[in-house]
């Protein structure tokens, strides 16, 4: 168990419509990355916060969004969703903002969209 | 902009015998380097790390790794798998220094442990 807490763990809905993803990161832990990973695109960054400021973009749509709150605990926005954005959904903690910092991974959220 | 590759999508090992996973990378600058491991339904595990100084790192259970920085290489190994080891790997770059600060993954290397 990383200590990384991710609900809910399975999400079923259809096109169009907007979820939120949430993640708990280890206690005290300062930054919170979110990351996608799906069979053609493999594991793809999204966007990293720390200490509820956005840190680095990746490959993040505009119909998606994120947040860290000042408890530290994130949330993910999706929007719109097309059938393209079924796939698991990873957030990972880490101490610091330090690019040396390894990251902790929670168990996913599995988003399907039919 | 930076890379990484584990050009085997599967590799195959009978318990006991050495394993090894390979991965490559390209960054601009000094890399920091990281092995993660996937098992089914679960997330990532981190590894090991490679930061700097000594060229071969020691990871979690029983693993290493070794930095060739001439080869861009970082590849993965064990003396002696075991089943339990079968599972999916990641290797990850993320430059030192500069702009660019995320941590690329690489494909994933299943590995496969058989009695």
């Known amino acids: 168990d990383s200590g990384v807490t991710q609900t809910p763990k399975h999400l079923i809905t259809a096109t169009g419509q907007r979820v939120t993803l949430r993640c708990s990161p280890r206690?005290?832990?300062?930054?919170v990355y979110w990351y996608q990973q799906s069979l053609d695109q493999g594991l793809q960054f999204l966007i990293q916060y720390y200490n509820g400021e956005e840190r680095a973009k990746g490959n993040i749509l505009e119909r998606f969004s994120a947040q860290q709150f000042p408890d530290l605990h994130s949330e993910l926005n999706l929007s719109s969703l097309e059938l393209g954005d079924s796939a698991l959904y990873f957030c990972?903690?880490?101490?610091?903002?330090?690019?040396?910092?390894?990251?902790?991974f929670g168990p996913g959220t599995r988003l399907t969209v039919l | 902009a930076q890379s990484v590759a584990q050009p085997e999508d599967q590799v195959n090992v009978a318990e006991g015998n050495p394993l090894t996973v390979k991965c490559t990378y390209s960054?601009?600058?000094?890399?920091?380097l990281f092995w993660y491991v996937q098992y089914p339904n679960r997330g990532l595990q981190f590894l090991l790390k490679?930061?700097?100084?000594?060229?071969l790192v020691k990871g979690s259970y029983g693993f290493e790794a070794e930095f060739n920085k001439s080869q861009t290489s970082f590849h993965l190994k064990k003396p002696s798998a075991l089943v339990s080891d079968s599972a999916l790997y990641f290797c990850a770059v993320r430059p030192n220094t500069g702009t660019a600060s995320k941590l690329t993954f690489g494909t994933g290397t299943r590995l496969q442990v058989t009695l």
């Open positions: 206690s005290g832990d300062l930054s």
């Open positions: 990972a903690s880490s101490a610091g903002g330090g690019r040396a910092n390894e990251q902790f």
């Open positions: 490679y930061i700097t100084g000594d060229n």
């Open positions: 960054v601009s600058g000094n890399p920091y």
